[in-house]
């Protein structure tokens, strides 16, 4: 990850009051925007990996594709035979 100051963005959201009571309590005030940046990045990385499983998935239904997990199907995809 990259953390240079220079290149963030202020943003604004809303926490739930005992999230934010806990990440205070927590996090030291000058390490917050450098936790929430990992952690928002490791739920992109996730959101993005649940995203393609459940693209695969549909891609299999849609073509009927009996091949008995998304790992194979990950496997044919790569190799360019679909």
Known sequence: MNTAVAQRKRINF???PSLLSEME???PSGLR??????AIERALIHFSKKTARQEA?????KINLKI?????????IR???L
């Open 79 to 81: 190799a360019g035979r």
């Open 57 to 61: 998935e549909n891609l299999r239904k």
């Open 14 to 16: 809303m926490a739930e």
């Open 33 to 38: 925007s450098d936790f929430i940046n990992e």
């Open 68 to 76: 008995g997990s998304n790992e194979k199907l990950y496997k044919i």
């Open 25 to 27: 309590e927590l996090i």
